[in-house]
């Protein structure tokens, strides 16, 4: 939303400014101290130990958390090398702020999965262990030699605690006790997701029809980027449900561009990009340069089980929209959805209203009012040349020659199984190595998009 | 649009990259030739005469040209001391760039209103002398000692020349050849402007019914902020028309909080800020904070002489919509046309999807999907306490006093008319004062919003 980018702009212009004051011969260096919540810890600074805490002394709780957040402004939910400028940083960065935890590595952390750069989420789960006043309760464990408190503190509020310091783009929403070794990533019943997109000159109907070609399960790998190189060497996933319908149901009449419609998919998992590339075809079918039919051949791996070339659907119109877990008693705080609320109001109120501008624009150049046809805004990559139907585009690699490169490389091993066949696992110049047994250690990307 | 702050966002990301280019010894020094249409003009670097280029040899032609572009990237239209980053900055680096214009001084360059930051245009309207290839038409004078070319080649595309080295959120959309003398500051017949919002909990039809009220010839003193040390002495304007209207006329029934409407109003010439004082009072009103009947009051500047204090809704839903020109013939450009649509729509496209992605969130939180009241979220300033009714508030500097500021420091002068009355003009030490005349010299602020 503008207002995350709004943000950039302020960050990206506090460090111009400490850059010219760096040149100017001032070194402005900043002490953020963690035991100052009003910090926004947007930067990243690690946090400074004045007084150390000890977190032997205290009792733990699992619990699972379940975050929103706007992933426009960001480069994605997991924490990556080359930036600090992503969701799980700024997660990490408000625990270690709130001394609700004392590490990352002990914390025993999981998620349920991860979204992409400018994907955001209105649902992620993740399960930790946070610092806890209480002595019982569901997923509480107590330091050994702690002396017990009969008289109960209430628990820590953790969604105020971390709202507080977490960017106003990341809200935790509620949470929840877990009983210890419940995962956030493995214990996870289902996940949906959506994409938006307006209806412009596209045969809706037409992707409504494609889209339940999806349901059930299938091997996606014609429909994901294939992840060979972190052990993904299966790609059958079972889709629950995936359906087209107007982002506004009571506005279904009529069929004006402008209308916007969301593609809703559920799943138990899901590869790499996949609701991504499923989007595009979607797109393809609903711009009639193919038929419904093409999503049978791209789950028929046995005639085609080489991935076509074709560009993924871009990023901003995605959300992950729920993750499902059964047996957690959600604890919500009333205030605090009240504050979200209220931002993601502001936030609303800025898009609606440009948007609004735009489209008056738009159809103040056209009478006619029409949106131009080809929509392929919604697709990265150039623009229309001459269409090339997708089976008889030039194809990706094989998963054959994939996992071939890879074992020549040693970080996949072929073994002999018992029956005579083959089995693959991590090779020993795996920087997984460590975690490889003897079966096909796929890692299960729960949801990777 | 977010589009427009992305471009914000790697203008600022090229400026780090610069400045630590510089911290580490390395000086980046670009020299941006102008001749080198290509080359985008943002940085306001000063147009390198590699080639004396001799305009003198060349026809000119008075001209309108009629802009569209999105203000919530820019510090405003008008050029300003203390930022290069306006509208008429970019407009003025490609005539320059162009070389259809000389220089800014001899240019014959009237507008037709300045927008203020953030507001966009989707008519703003300039005259100017251009180069031209014409021998004689409309708004020609030729040079004297020129030949005359018989052979008649097509004029400029002025269109096409300059969006090719606008910014992609400045646009111009036609252009239309102009007698001498007609200015696009002192001949618009009327100007219209649109500020949208979101219904949330307002009292749409009794914003309706106030804005009504606004209409007919009235003193504005206010509804605006005076200008008096730019000269602006007398507040009367005249508004055509004032509505509130459903922004998606099919979808006008229903109640729905999220719907938008569209305060349109259109005058002959308007004040400083004074679209926004109107719309800030129709909030207020919308909120039943106010009665309709404050207009009355306000307009009332007999009985109510001062301006209460208020603040003035955000810049960024406003739009100066059109601004009404007889006896021009306008030419277009089909292409240009459908380039701007087509960046229009991409625009439009991620603001819509965004604010759908973010209404769904607010739903998924309330399920009784209600916007909270009080929605302040289009007036400046600081949130609801409790309130404090208009006449009732703290009063602003009356104009009477605001001139006998001036006076005393000699911005002003007074003078005995023959009548005895009293007139008022710029005084020496006005930075306008060669400009003062002995009639009271008010500035026109044709659209100073």
């Given at each position: 939303?503008?207002?995350?980018?709004?943000?950039?702009?302020?960050?990206?212009?506090?460090?111009?400014?400490?850059?010219?004051?760096?040149l100017n011969g001032n070194h402005t260096e900043t002490n953020a101290c963690p035991n100052n919540n009003k910090t926004n810890g947007k930067k990243g600074k690690?946090?400074?130990?004045?007084?150390?805490?000890?977190?032997?002394?205290?009792?733990?709780r699992h619990?699972?958390?379940?975050?929103?957040?706007?992933?426009?402004?960001?480069?994605?939910?997991?924490?990556?090398?080359n930036t600090d400028n992503t969701v799980e940083a700024r997660l990490f960065e408000a625990l270690l702020k709130t001394r609700l935890i004392q590490d990352r590595q002990s914390s025993?952390?999981?998620?349920?999965?991860?979204?992409?750069?400018?994907?955001s989420a209105f649902s992620q789960v993740i399960t930790i262990d946070l610092r806890s006043t209480q002595y019982s309760g569901l997923g509480v464990s107590v330091p050994e030699d702690s002396k017990q408190d009969t008289a109960a503190a209430p628990e820590l509020p953790y969604v105020k605690m971390l709202n507080r310091v977490l960017p106003r783009d990341i809200r935790i929403l509620e949470w929840a006790p877990a009983a210890e070794g419940f995962s956030a990533r493995f214990d996870c019943q289902s996940r949906t997701y959506r994409y938006y997109f307006p209806r412009g000159s596209l045969d809706v109907a037409a992707m409504t029809d494609a889209a339940k070609r999806y349901e059930g399960t299938h091997d996606f790998r014609n429909l994901c980027k294939m992840d060979v190189g972190n052990g993904v060497l299966q790609f059958e996933r079972t889709i629950l449900s995936a359906t087209v319908e107007p982002a506004d149901p009571q506005r279904a009449d009529g069929t004006h561009p402008h209308d916007l419609f969301v593609f809703e998919i559920k799943g138990l998992a899901f590869l790499y990009h996949q609701v991504r590339c499923m989007m595009a075809v979607l797109l393809l079918i609903g711009q009639k340069l193919e038929a419904p039919e093409i999503i049978h051949s791209l789950l028929d791996v046995h005639n085609n089980p080489r991935k076509p070339q074709y560009s993924m659907a871009v990023d901003y119109p995605l959300v992950l929209y729920d993750c499902h877990f059964d047996g957690l008693s959600w604890k919500r705080d009333a205030e605090e959805l009240g504050l979200a609320m209220s931002s993601l109001q502001q936030h609303w109120t800025e898009s609606a209203v440009k948007a609004h501008v735009l489209r008056d624009m738009i159809r103040g150049l056209d009478a006619t009012s029409g949106v131009s046809s080809g929509l392929c805004l919604l697709v990265e990559g150039s623009r229309q040349r001459k269409y090339r139907p997708l089976l008889e585009r030039p194809l990706c690699e094989s998963l054959e020659s994939r996992i071939e490169h890879f074992v020549k490389r040693g970080r996949l091993e072929r073994e002999q199984d018992e029956a005579g066949g083959e089995t693959l696992h991590k090779g020993k110049r795996s920087k997984y190595s460590q975690n490889s047994t003897g079966a096909a250690a796929e890692v299960v990307n729960a949801s990777p998009e």
């Open positions: 939303m503008s207002e995350t980018l709004i943000q950039r702009i302020k960050e990206l212009e506090e460090e111009v400014e400490k850059l010219k004051s760096q690690k946090a400074c130990k004045e007084r150390p805490f000890d977190f032997s002394a205290h009792p733990r619990v699972a958390l379940r975050l929103a957040y706007l992933g426009w402004a960001y480069q994605g939910f997991a924490v990556q090398e025993n952390y999981h998620r349920c999965g991860r979204t992409d750069k400018g994907v």
